[in-house]
């Protein structure tokens, strides 16, 4: 009897280990998936590219403030659609404004207080006044200047600064450069030949295309 239960135990006991084998052996086997890199949405080709072509101008106006005799102004960027595609919202340009040394001025470096003005059409960021100087705190600023309203082909649009010397406006250099960000959200927005991607111009130099 005793022969008996020891044999059955040990056939028993053998069945529950190969059990626990098999399932221990079960979970240990490394799972594998396949994870296919998802298509983009949309491929742009030379097909379906939108191009959009535009015109920059720097302008400015100089007077003399009846007060005190300094120098203020205007400076202005105007952008134009030269294309046939319109400009759609959303595209957009940095315009950035350095005050530079002007050499040789008898009374050194001033002050000058910039102001955004008009911008019928267009969205500006930041629309606080600022005041630079070359030697600082504040050397330059740098404005985000969108296209609120589309520019049909043949449109322009501006925006006007506000300028207020300390001085002549010999003693402190204004220069504004304008440079396209991008012509809104659709990722086949390209430039078309002719396009002007960026522009550099002088306060009180005249007229900048």
Not at 18 to 44: E, K, Y
Request: proline letters at 7%.
């Amino acid at each position: 009897m005793g022969d008996t239960v020891s044999t059955l135990s040990r056939a028993h006991s053998a069945r529950v280990n190969r059990r626990t084998i098999i399932r221990s052996a079960a979970w240990s086997v490394p799972v594998v998936s396949i994870v296919g890199v998802a298509a983009p949405a949309f491929a742009c080709s030379p097909a379906s590219n939108i191009a959009y072509s535009a015109d920059l101008a720097i302008d400015s106006t100089v007077g003399t403030k009846d007060a005190n005799g300094h120098t203020k102004g205007t400076f202005t960027l105007t952008i134009c659609n030269n294309g046939s595609t319109t400009i759609p919202a959303g595209a957009s340009y940095s315009v950035k404004l350095d005050a530079l040394k002007a050499p040789g001025s008898p009374k050194g470096d001033q002050n000058i207080l910039v102001a955004v003005g008009r911008h019928a059409g267009l969205s500006v960021s930041p629309e606080t006044a600022v005041s630079l100087n070359p030697d600082g705190p504040t050397k330059a600023q740098t404005y985000v200047v969108t296209v609120a309203t589309p520019l049909s082909s043949g449109a322009c649009t501006a925006i006007v600064f506000a300028i207020d010397t300390a001085t002549g406006v010999g003693a402190t250099t204004l220069e504004m450069t304008a440079q396209l960000r991008d012509f809104g959200s659709n990722p086949c927005n390209v430039p078309a030949p002719g396009n002007q991607s960026m522009l550099t111009g002088r306060w009180g130099q005249g007229p900048t295309t």
